[in-house]
């Protein structure tokens, strides 16, 4: 009942992609109550995480003053208690604490050139938020090293993207399956990491759609599908392309389509001709016969798409596996069209929107090259700064990488948790740890915050205005139902201030005036004006101010030269390690239902740390049986980089020559155990395939 609250705001979910609208309650001060309301992504749905995972909000780890780190701290290390922060940290003013981030961010900029300063900001943070953050490095120290966690999910994804149909969002929206009759979903576990699409996608099935399910794991959505592809992990070219070889063999791509709308099909057909699938099956462990089927099944569907999660994208062939998914879709006409479409299900709230506020090295905002000595003018123009240079800024795990080599000393990380998040996680730790000067921006004592040297408390999604675009490209007002706790502040206003202590003229007196910024040179933004927002989501693009948005782009030719989308042929590359006599198994991680990413907020939302409490992995029954170890009892996994001790789950979805484990717990952080290998386009790391040794602990 509407009296029960206080009060009542609209807003967006702040864990996944699928950017679902929330109507937040309020009683007393505290969120009391969420539900979901009528948002173009979710129709009045919400998950687990949605519905009840708000409560992190109100945890008394909430950060809710300045820190800085006290001279007589212990070594940096992961080692602060978050109950008792003042073995490692004192608190100090607004003003004080700034001084000190300035100081000595700005004192590197001075002594060592400003490429000694790199920035990590957050797909957690708005749009205006991410904007700032990338013009704070770019303007405030002269170069392009700053970057965030889509090099971690879905940069690979977004580099085939980009290459081959000339953007790198979403060709149409998940909500589109209704008029799909065919979908392949392929490396997504969507039923936990995007619970309302999954719902989109069961609807789909139960309607009599073919849902065609690719996955190393048996993954829930398989009781929906009219084929489970449970392929062997990293064989995913092996397979794709011998789907794509029956289609030329027997005739049943779209030629109409190819010749009017692509360009070198004649080399992809050519290339395709070495991967019958009777030869594939050996490899990717999918028999010839139903990768016939799966075939004829796409490429004789009226309308089809294709969804894909890390799976597809977090191997050292990242790009080469999108390549081919955006190749099958072409080759089959399944793009441009009702029902058709290329969709990969981004992971966090505003991933989407924080690539293209420009939050990642290559790029500008809308992906405007940083090489294009035009395009750089238009910006310098704009914030009136020096040119920030034309050499492509370094992604996550390489500027990590520039720590340890000693040219990057200094570094500003907002809301992101690498000393989680990170591939070879040690290697992470130790780099923050040897950094001259970290300051950390966040709602909560990161692991990451342990090695700053001072910590700015920031606003959790609800607590602020902005706005943020969801994996459909529908760009959403997000309200602030309270104040931030204490002395904490919304971020967009700390990263002001900290540009101001640095030098830089910046006045902004609300969220409004920077979207009013970026739309200068956003064109994705046309005729999407804050106010519109206020009133309603819109999907870009929007073609004029009465159009809700385009859920399907393309269907008039491709943003690339000559308005073709292109086939890239791919060809088969090994996981950078096989399994041995040392380590005879796979590891793949990934997230669970009840928590998010690291777990910094999730795990301390009552209700969901409750549901999942315990870090755990996933194995065949007959596997655990072959270690002697009960379900419920503790195993030993190691790789390369290191070892960790995790309860084991029996799972039949796991094949018995695998390992599942989710990344969200520190006690057993998967990322200790993870390859730090890259895709040589995407630079994303190969977080699903380690050769790992289970043992029992
Ligand atoms: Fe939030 Fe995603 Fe769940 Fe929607 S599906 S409620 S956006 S976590």
Redesign the pocket.
């Known amino acids: 009942d509407k009296a029960d609250f206080d009060s009542e705001t609209q807003s ?9 609208l ?1 109507s937040l309650k309020v009683k007393d001060g505290r969120i009391a109550h969420v539900e ?1 309301i009528n948002g173009p ?2 129709e009045g ?7 009840f ?1 708000f409560d992190y909000i109100h945890h008394e780890h909430r950060l809710t003053k300045p820190l800085i780190r006290r001279t007589d701290a212990p070594p940096k290390g992961l080692n602060v208690d978050p109950g008792n922060l003042s073995t490692h940290f004192r608190e100090a003013s607004w003003d004080e604490a700034l001084d000190a981030a300035a100081g000595g961010l700005g004192g590197l900029r001075t002594a060592h050139g400003g490429r000694s300063v790199a920035g990590f900001g957050s797909a957690k943070c708005t749009n205006e938020e991410a904007y700032l953050f990338q013009k704070l490095i770019r303007e405030g120290f002269g170069h392009n090293n700053v970057d965030h966690c889509t090099r971690l999910c879905h940069a690979s994804s977004v580099a085939a993207l980009l290459e081959n149909v000339g953007s790198g969002a979403v060709t149409a929206t998940f909500n589109e399956i209704e008029n799909a009759d065919v979908a392949i979903v392929i490396g997504a576990n969507p039923v936990e ?6 719902t989109y996608f069961k609807q789909f099935a139960k309607r009599g759609g073919k849902l065609i399910v690719m996955d190393p794991r048996g993954i829930g959505l398989r009781s929906f599908a009219s084929h489970m592809l449970q392929f062997r992990p990293g064989t995913d070219v092996a397979m794709l392309n011998a789907i794509m070889a029956t289609i030329v063999e027997e005739g049943l791509y779209d030629e109409a389509y190819i010749a009017q709308r692509t360009e070198n099909w004649e080399a992809e057909k050519a290339h395709l001709a070495d991967f019958a699938p009777e030869k594939m099956a050996k490899i990717c462990g999918i028999d010839a016969a139903t990768l016939r089927d799966v075939a004829r099944t796409f490429a004789g569907a009226k309308a089809g798409m294709i969804f894909w999660g890390m799976g597809v994208s977090q191997h050292i062939h990242g790009t080469d596996n999108s390549r081919c998914l955006i190749s099958l879709a072409l080759m089959c006409g399944h793009v441009g069209r009702p029902g058709t479409g290329l969709h990969p299900l981004r992971g966090q ?1 505003n991933v989407q929107g924080a690539s293209d506020a420009g939050l990642i090295p290559m790029f500008l905002p809308d992906y405007q090259s940083v090489t294009d000595d035009g395009l750089r003018q238009r910006f310098t123009e704009l914030w009136g700064s020096e040119d920030f240079g034309d050499q492509k800024g370094l992604t996550v795990t390489e500027i990590l990488d520039d720590v340890h080599a000693g040219r990057i000393r200094g570094m500003y990380i907002l809301g992101e948790n690498p000393a989680m998040s990170d591939p070879d996680v040690e290697h992470a730790r130790e780099a923050l740890a040897k950094l001259e000067h970290l300051v950390v921006q966040d709602i909560f004592l990161t692991e990451t915050a342990n090695f700053a040297d001072v910590i700015l408390p920031a606003s959790a999604l609800y607590e602020k205005a902005g706005t943020v675009s ?1 994996t459909n490209r529908q760009v959403q007002m997000v309200r602030p139902a309270l104040a931030p706790p204490g002395e904490a502040r919304e971020d967009w206003a700390i990263t002001m201030e900290l540009a101001r202590k640095l030098g830089l003229d910046w006045r902004y007196t609300h969220p409004r005036e920077v979207f009013t910024e970026m739309k200068i040179t956003m064109s994705s933004l046309d005729n999407i004006t804050w106010e519109r927002l206020e009133r309603e989501s819109v999907t870009y693009p929007s073609l004029s101010e009465q159009d809700p948005g385009q859920a399907v782009v393309f269907g008039d030719g491709f943003p690339r030269e000559g308005g073709r989308a292109k086939f890239t042929p791919a060809a088969i590359i090994a996981p950078d390690e096989a399994p041995d006599e040392e380590y005879p198994m796979v590891m793949t991680t990934g997230r669970q239902l009840e928590h ?1 990413h690291t777990g910094s907020m999730t795990r301390r939302s009552k209700v969901l740390d409750s549901v999942e409490p315990e870090a755990n992995c996933s194995l065949h029954p007959a596997t655990l049986r072959k270690l002697g170890v009960e379900p419920g009892g503790m195993v030993r996994l190691s790789t390369r980089r290191g070892s960790i001790e995790i309860m084991a789950r029996s799972d039949r979805a796991v094949s018995p020559d695998m390992v599942f484990v989710p990344f969200a717990y520190v006690e057993a952080a998967a990322n200790v155990l993870t390859n730090p290998a890259l895709d040589p386009y995407g630079k994303i790391p190969e977080f699903k395939f380690s050769a790992v040794r289970v043992e029992p602990a």
């Open positions: 967006v979910c702040p864990f996944c992609g699928v950017g679902c929330v979901g992504a979710n749905r919400l998950c687990v995480k949605g519905r995972g990491n995007h619970p309302v699409a999954a709230n969801n998010w």
